[in-house]
């Protein structure tokens, strides 16, 4: 069987994704688009979502990534369902393997394949998911003002999210399973000096305690004293970092430490001509929908800006 040939190959369907498929099919590049094994991405497990722009009144995070197929599909994306399990860099066009199975040869490749947020792996936490169990403060914190909640983690990421949140919650809990923080001193600075954050030195979670209508508490356990006492909270967010889905680029691509691939400053641009990453992928910092969407849309100009200049070089 002969392989299938695109232009642009798009991998991974959340806004980065489908963002990048409108542009390229609007240039008429005809995009390939494979969802990956959750379709739609991370915001398919949230709730409402309130600070994407032009959606007044907020809109449900599995909608809006179906929104955003049909407008890709509306101009011309194929979306299929579908995991690529592995690539292949070597020549040109890219090489792409899909389900195992099926090569593609790609021109050029958009990776848009998302991180994923770490969970503890007790049972409560999936229990309680969009029940006040959540892995993104600037998200959801939204839905809890006026409320206490808890915090776990304790780096960069975890002291952002107290401090945010004690700008909108009367308590924060911050739960720090060692004596120390990993955060940057000036982070941790402003977590010490937010008069209603709370931390909870060498503290593990022993299980998040709720009823129907959500969570309503964490029990603790202090891996010092051996004592186990419980928190009231409305919400329990995770801060204990992320995983970039990027385990099939692995030696492809330059990455850093933790797996996030690199891009040339102000671009798209991976190390490899013709492959380019958008979205949280490429970016440990930020993890918004709206800047997803916009590394998403510069993924598009940029490959069509390396299409355009191998046609010319033939
Ligand atoms: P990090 O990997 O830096 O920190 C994860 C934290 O979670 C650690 O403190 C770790 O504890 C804790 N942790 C991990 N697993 C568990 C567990 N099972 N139970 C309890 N605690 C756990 O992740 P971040 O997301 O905070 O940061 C990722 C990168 O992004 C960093 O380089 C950071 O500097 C950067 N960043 C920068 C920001 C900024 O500059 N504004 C904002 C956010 C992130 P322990 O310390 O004990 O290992």
Known sequence: MENEKVKVLIIGSGPAGYTAAIYAARAGLKPVLYTGAQPGGQLTITNDVENFPGYPDGINGP???????????????????????????????????????????????????????????IPSEQKYANQGVSACAVCDGFFYRGKDVAVVGAGDSAAEEATYLANLCPKVHLIVRRGEMRASKIMQQRVENTHNIEIHWNSETDEILGDDSGVTGVRLYNNVSKEKKVISVSGFFLAIGHKPNTDIFAGKLDMDE????????????TNVEGVFAVGDVADKVYRQAITAAGTGCMGALDAEKFLVSKEVSV
């Open 258 to 269: 933790s797996g996030y691939v690199l891009v040339k400053p102000g671009t798209t641009k």
């Open 63 to 121: 909608q809006m990534m179906m929104d955003l197929q049909k407008q890709a599909e509306r101009f011309g994306t194929k979306v299929n369902f579908g995991l690529v399990t592995a690539v292949d860099f070597s020549g040109y066009p890219h090489k792409v393997t899909v389900d195992e199975k099926y090569v593609i040869e790609a021109e050029s490749i958009i990776i848009a394949t998302g991180a994923t947020a770490k969970y503890l792996g």
